[in-house]
């Protein structure tokens, strides 16, 4: 038995700007490669030749399966690659497909699709690779699928490593009029076929697109109605897409929990992992930690590369160990959220808020010593940043270690209307018994409340009623203190 050979089908149109890349990109693979053309006016027709691509021509009929399937209808070799001109087969991934084509004799393949855009990447796998046969044919007029007739005809399938680049979403000038002209399609398709599940799906999917979400989710409703009585499209991928994308429309408008219901009745949790993560991000900002942290344990080493909706992988991740690590917190397993919210500073250095929880997480495991370094670390990062400042200080004021703050007090010298950093440095006058540092911090904190400035301890109630107004908490509570160290020291102080 020989090697597998392979065409490499394309359908094109004015792409002279991208083909010599995807067709240099084919070279060493592709035993054969057939373009058809449906109305180019540039000189695509004749790039396309060059390579040695055998071309044919195809009237634009609004359908993407009508021309792919045109383009099926001229190969001749063993198996079919499908490619687009704005694809880019890198040659380090021809060994990939070859080595599973021979292993994996009659499989249809997923191939993983890395999109590049101009805010960055996504991934998701896409069935590219299938055995040439007349019963595998593509389905629906936009956002063509080879998947339904592949599934039909019993063609095992498996996921090959080999990586696509999609260079469309960085290249594209009119996105809204694409996906105004998909719309146009998808509902003569759906004139149709009513009840056709994909084209269902793409009009939401589009609709959201052009930010019309209200439209979108009447698509998708109609989508999650029709599982609830086909147990087949209620197993499927696509309904739990579907799923995904309904949750995230009632998360923008404010309805998590809808979309926590949604999800918890029908969707795949703890299976599907696009499915477990959007649940437990649901669940983290809606406060509930301990169902996120249950949830997020159980995915937490997971690639969310298999996924058949573009994701930023790497926004997913980051997020991932960010909410992994802060509901740690809440359940009191500082290990994991020690490691994570690392994960999570390492993935996001420039994000201050994971080192805010990095250095909670140590001071709560009674690791203040740590919870000292994270915040000094933050200081040096982010250019002496007075929030790390004021963690700093608190940390070794409230845990005694007053000999270690000539520093800090050098640090927050200036800020003299932040009442927190002022109540702590009246506390360490109070602990150093200096008793004009006491007078100069005791009139400040009367300023900073815009109460008439009086020595210590005149006005002090006064002062103790306009914090409790105000809801500083941890001022009067600080202040206190101080005022309870002082008795108790006998310093003579009449209040």
Known sequence: ???????????????????????????GLADEIVVVDTGSKDKTVDIAKSFGAKVYYFDWCDDFSAARNESLRHATKDYILWLDGDDELKREEHGKIKKDLVKKRGHAFYLKIKNCTNGGETECIQMRIFPRRNDLRFEGSVHEQIYPSIKKAGVPMALCDATIIHHGYEESEDNEGKLLRNLRILEKDLNKDPENTLTLFFLGRTLRGLGRNEEAAIYYERLIEKGMTDGELRASDLYQLTLVERASLLSLKGQVKDAIALLERFGKVNTNNLITFTLAELYYKSKAYEKAYELLLGIRDKTFQKELLPLDVDLVKRSLYKYLGVSSIFVKDYETARKYLSLAIESEPEDPQNYHYLALSEEKAGNVEKAIEVCSEAVR????????????????LEHGLFKEMDMDLLLLKDEVQDLE??????????????????????????????LPVKPFPEGYPEVVKRLQKLGEKKSLSILRRAIDRLLTLETRIAL
Do not use: Q, W
Not at 5 to 12: A, F, H, W
Not at 16 to 24: A, D, G, H, T
Not at 426 to 449: P, T
């Open 1 to 27: 038995m020989g090697h597998p050979t392979l065409s490499v089908c394309m359908i094109v149109k004015d792409e002279e700007k991208n083909l010599p890349r995807v067709l240099s990109s084919t070279k």
């Open 421 to 450: 950093i002022l109540c702590g440095l009246f506390f360490l006058s109070s602990v150093n018994l200096s008793f004009e540092s006491i007078e100069r911090y005791y009139s400040a904190i009367e300023a900073a409340l815009h």
């Open 381 to 396: 990062k982010f250019d002496g940043d007075i929030s790390f400042l004021k963690k700093r200080f608190f940390l070794k």
